[in-house]
């Protein structure tokens, strides 16, 4: 009877093993077997060892581009989760326009990312955009900064486009939030808790688990961000708003080095291994839960 549940198990098992393998296993592992290999549009692949690796570490560039990620990774795990969260501690009270909130707060994110990007760049577009028409209503005569164009601002301007956009997460924590047991919120009612006590002594140690999910999902986003980056500014100006899917693909199609390119490929794979370990850590929980119940904050 365990033989055949067994045999059963694979063999259903087994057309989800080979997709997996087929769809993701061997790309990767053609990315990390090339990133050792000079590799180009006209050559066939020849192996040179860590020379890629040593090539793009040596390139301030490829740096900045590494520093820029990271940087968008803890803004966007921090500042973008928190926000979810706290729109959902919010929501969850049912507050007056609670649900016309909780559609216009969904509505962007809707909206595909590309197309945020295209809208942001003609909002700041200095000869048409809205801002160019405020500037003109206000009567002010300053000329409208080329925001995208200026490495002053270009990269907190690129952040704006989603970093507050953050209603999948909300959405996420609504959904845990309503599922904890009413009785634990009646019973610290009783012993005369406010809402906000009960927040942040209930609320959010039972979330721990769900706001971690949601840190890993936020920074491995960021970790392979490219289509907004790409439509407002590609990277520039100068390198304000680098990161590494832009460089991997100046890389593969400006310079046409794919084997470089594949090695900043891997880079970022153990980078957003790298992030999901980690945050697996710093949320780690205890598996188990004490009879009196104290194991489980």
Same mark, same amino acid.
């Given at each position: 009877?365990?033989?055949?549940?067994?045999?059963?198990?694979?063999?259903?098992?087994?057309?989800?093993? *080979?997709?997996?393998?087929?769809?993701?296993?061997?790309?990767?592992?053609?990315?990390?077997?090339?990133?050792?290999? @000079?590799?180009?549009?006209?050559?066939?692949? !020849?192996?040179?060892?860590?020379?890629?690796? @040593? %090539?793009?570490?040596?390139?301030?560039?490829?740096?900045?581009?590494?520093?820029?990620?990271?940087?968008?990774?803890?803004?966007?795990?921090?500042?973008?989760?928190?926000?979810?969260?706290?729109? +959902?501690?919010?929501?969850?009270?049912?507050?007056?326009?609670? @649900?016309? =909130?909780?559609?216009?707060?969904?509505?962007?994110?809707?909206?595909?990312?590309?197309?945020?990007?295209?809208?942001?760049? =003609?909002?700041?577009?200095?000869?048409?955009?809205?801002?160019?028409?405020?500037?003109?209503?206000?009567?002010?005569?300053?000329?409208?900064?080329?925001?995208?164009?200026? #490495?002053?601002?270009?990269?907190?301007?690129?952040?704006?486009?989603?970093?507050?956009?953050?209603?999948?997460? %909300?959405?996420?924590?609504?959904?845990? &939030?309503?599922?904890?047991?009413?009785?634990? $919120?009646?019973?610290?009612? &009783?012993?005369? *808790?406010?809402?906000?006590?009960?927040?942040?002594?209930?609320? =959010?140690?039972?979330?721990?688990?769900?706001?971690?999910?949601?840190?890993?999902? +936020?920074?491995?986003?960021?970790? !392979?961000?490219?289509?907004?980056?790409?439509?407002?500014?590609?990277?520039?100006?100068?390198? *304000?708003?680098?990161?590494?899917?832009? $460089?991997?693909? @100046?890389?593969?199609?400006?310079?046409?080095? $794919?084997?470089?390119?594949?090695?900043?490929?891997?880079?970022?794979?153990?980078?957003?291994? #790298?992030?999901?370990?980690?945050?697996?850590?710093?949320?780690? %929980?205890?598996?188990?839960?004490?009879?009196?119940?104290?194991?489980?904050?």
């Amino acid at each position: 009877m365990v033989r055949n549940k067994r045999f059963w198990i694979t063999l259903f098992i087994l057309p989800c093993m *080979a997709l997996f393998a087929f769809i993701y296993a061997a790309p990767i592992i053609t990315v990390i077997v090339t990133s050792f290999t @000079k590799y180009t549009a006209f050559e066939t692949p !020849s192996f040179i060892g860590l020379s890629n690796f @040593k %090539t793009i570490f040596s390139d301030n560039d490829f740096l900045i581009s590494i520093k820029n990620t990271v940087i968008w990774v803890l803004l966007q795990s921090s500042f973008h989760v928190g926000l979810g969260l706290a729109v +959902a501690l919010t929501m969850r009270r049912r507050p007056k326009g609670w @649900k016309l =909130l909780r559609t216009a707060y969904l509505i962007p994110n809707i909206v595909p990312t590309a197309a945020t990007g295209v809208m942001f760049t =003609l909002l700041f577009n200095p000869s048409f955009g809205v801002v160019s028409d405020l500037y003109t209503r206000l009567g002010i005569s300053s000329p409208v900064p080329n925001l995208f164009g200026n #490495s002053g601002y270009a990269f907190w301007i690129v952040t704006a486009t989603w970093i507050f956009y953050s209603a999948f997460n %909300t959405i996420i924590f609504l959904s845990e &939030i309503n599922a904890i047991d009413r009785q634990i $919120y009646e019973a610290a009612s &009783i012993d005369g *808790a406010t809402p906000w006590q009960m927040d942040l002594y209930i609320t =959010l140690p039972l979330l721990k688990n769900v706001i971690g999910t949601c840190v890993v999902l +936020a920074s491995v986003a960021m970790v !392979s961000q490219f289509d907004i980056i790409y439509v407002t500014t590609k990277g520039g100006p100068g390198t *304000a708003t680098l990161n590494l899917p832009i $460089y991997l693909y @100046k890389t593969a199609m400006l310079e046409n080095n $794919y084997g470089k390119a594949n090695a900043v490929g891997v880079i970022q794979i153990i980078l957003g291994i #790298s992030l999901v370990l980690l945050i697996r850590w710093l949320f780690r %929980t205890r598996d188990k839960i004490n009879g009196d119940g104290s194991g489980l904050l």
